[in-house]
């Protein structure tokens, strides 16, 4: 197999290796359901500043969206959480298959 087809077989499992944590499928590259499942499901602790911008991020953004699913957010949350592991290793994966791998082929 080449390396587009390897890196794309990996986001599969990691997709599916995310539905078994959570009993239920969830689209690792949409920030507004990880925000849901992170914060709401989960209840992982949102990041502080957020918290403090809810209304106004809220307001931009939709109340799903308040809080943020950034690479810096996700590492402070990396340890609480396996499914955290999982997204930062999606968004690596992704990035590497999309600016480099796949432009070649």
Same mark, same amino acid.
């Given at each position: 197999?080449?390396?587009?087809?390897?890196?794309?077989?990996?986001?599969?499992?990691? +997709?599916?290796?995310?539905?078994?944590?959570?009993?239920?499928?969830v689209l690792?590259?949409?920030?507004?359901?990880?925000?849901?499942?992170?914060?709401?499901?989960?209840?992982?602790?949102?990041?502080?500043?957020?918290?403090?911008?809810?209304?106004?991020?809220?307001?931009?953004?939709?109340?799903?969206?308040?809080?943020?699913?950034?690479?810096?957010?996700?590492?402070?949350?990396? +340890?609480?959480?396996?499914l955290v592991?999982?997204?930062?290793?999606?968004?690596?994966?992704?990035?590497?298959?999309?600016?480099?791998?796949?432009?070649?082929?």
């Open positions: 197999l080449g390396y587009r087809s390897k890196m794309e077989q990996t986001l599969i499992t990691l +997709d599916a290796e995310a539905e078994k944590l959570l009993g239920h499928p690792l590259t949409s920030p507004q359901q990880l925000c849901s499942v992170l914060f709401e499901e989960l209840g992982l602790p949102p990041p502080s500043s957020a918290k403090n911008q809810v209304g106004a991020m809220a307001k931009f953004k939709g109340a799903n969206q308040a809080h943020t699913t950034s690479e810096a957010v996700l590492q402070r949350l990396v +340890d609480k959480h396996p592991a999982l997204i930062l290793e999606h968004r690596h994966i992704s990035k590497i298959l999309n600016t480099f791998v796949s432009p070649l082929c």
